[in-house]
């Protein structure tokens, strides 16, 4: 259909990017980006009288996108960028197929296949994308990408892990030099957030995504103060308990949890830092409020005998099973003594007298019920009391 309308509109088109890289690499892909020189807006209207797709258009950036149950088609007028400065937004100008693949990040994401009858199927490929992906290999245009857009590293680390490919050797050179500019206080947070999120939702080990990311020394675009320094064992091991818990990638707040390893140390001093820049969901700041909370009341009670704080037990029990996981991957003695201990005895307290046989006693206010089960949990904490006749004694008292 593109092909038919693009011919009688004498547009010339072309399927481009990553649909195309993935065509070769035998991937199915749903997400068809369309290149047109010209107008890809009125190619997407007309094509879209035949598909009935959901249709939505961008006049500002010139794009259209058709959208059915099966397939997605992004059209988008060929266009040029030029960056002012490092990490800065592009300035955009209509231009031709080359311009537009000479904007994107890496070689093999720039092959195209021309959709018009008289070339359809003739691939295009003027950077040798075709000849990376046969080899695997993850390359920029030219040696100032990363410099222009920082969160093409972070592409480029979800490239290796998403695909199985490498980052090329020159290119592992071009990070470290674009890293030790001070891209942090250029890069748009938003942007390196999406790209963080997907890289995260891809791979089945984010520990070895967060070695490499240390590797190539770019934790620095999340914070210049990140000290990390955790071993690849520790971060297995968080991640096996998140999933034995039953979390994965497709939890929204996922990229937050795999982030938090690498700004633990910094939360408390860059708090304000990471709330405003980051627009962390409620669920994520409530993460992190509780376990600032949490480490607080720990390191005020390190020198008691914190197996026997009945509040310091409660405030742990108060906190999400996701951070549970994190505090036990911390070695930091007694902390990660205690919070091992805690796991074993996390039910052992509960009261055998249920609220429900409290309720049902005319002798005990509803609104008293909760207190009364949480000061028997207590006793029990405390090893005043164990057994069920124990229980019912200190109820009527
Ligand atoms: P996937 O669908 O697996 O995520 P993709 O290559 O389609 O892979 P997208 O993030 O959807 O990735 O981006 C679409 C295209 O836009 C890419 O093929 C790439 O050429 C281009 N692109 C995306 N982000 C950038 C960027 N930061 N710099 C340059 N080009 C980019």
């Not at 990553?18 to 020189?37: A, K, P, T």
């Not at 001070?182 to 790209?195: A, G, M, P, Q, R």
């Not at 071993?231 to 949890?257: H, I, P």
């Not at 690498?262 to 376990?291: A, C, G, M, P, Q």
Request: glycine share 4%; with cysteine; proline share 3%.
């Amino acid at each position: 259909i593109v092909s038919d309308v693009s011919d009688k509109l004498s547009l010339k088109s072309f399927l481009v990017g990553g649909c195309v890289r993935d065509l070769l690499l035998n991937i199915h892909s749903n997400d068809m980006d369309i290149v047109v020189e010209g107008d890809a807006i009125k190619l997407a209207q007309e094509v879209n009288k035949y598909i009935n797709g959901e249709f939505f258009s961008y006049e500002k950036f010139r794009t259209a996108t058709i959208k059915n149950k099966e397939i997605k088609f992004d059209f988008a007028s060929a266009r040029t960028e030029f960056y002012s400065c490092p990490a800065a937004k592009p300035l955009i100008e209509y231009s031709d197929l080359h311009n537009d693949m000479y904007r994107r990040d890496f070689s093999i994401n720039t092959l195209a296949i021309s959709l018009n009858s008289d070339s359809y199927g003739k691939m295009i490929d003027f950077f040798g994308g075709y000849e990376d992906i046969k080899l695997k290999r993850i390359r920029v245009l030219h040696p100032l990408s990363y410099v222009e857009d920082p969160t093409r590293i972070i592409r480029a680390i979800r490239f290796e892990f998403q695909l199985g490919f490498k980052i090329d050797k020159a290119d592992e050179e071009l990070i470290k030099n674009a890293m030790e500019l001070k891209l942090f206080n250029v890069i748009s947070f938003d942007v390196l957030k999406e790209e963080l999120k997907l890289m995260f939702s891809h791979g089945s080990c984010p520990g070895l995504i967060i070695m490499r990311m240390k590797e190539l020394n770019v934790f620095k675009l999340i914070h210049p103060k990140v000290s990390f320094n955790f071993s690849l064992d520790r971060l297995r091991e968080y991640f096996a308990c998140l999933k034995s818990e039953g979390f994965g990638s497709y939890l929204k707040e996922w990229w937050f949890l795999c982030i938090l390893p690498i700004i633990y140390n910094i939360l408390k001093s860059e708090d304000r830092f990471f709330k405003r820049k980051w627009k962390f969901t409620k669920k994520e700041v409530l993460y992190i409020e509780k376990l600032k909370k949490f480490l607080l009341k720990f390191s005020r009670k390190r020198n008691q005998n914190i197996f026997k704080d009945f509040e310091l037990f409660e405030t742990l029990e108060g906190i999400p099973v996701e951070i549970i996981c994190f505090l036990k991957i911390l070695e930091e003695k007694p902390l990660n003594d205690y919070v091992i201990w805690f796991e074993k005895n996390r039910g052992v307290f509960k009261p055998l007298i249920t609220g429900e046989e409290l309720s049902n006693r005319s002798d005990i206010r509803p609104a008293f019920i909760g207190e009364i089960l949480r000061n028997l949990k207590k006793e029990r904490f405390l090893g005043n009391i164990s057994t069920y006749e124990d229980e019912l004694k200190f109820v009527n008292k």
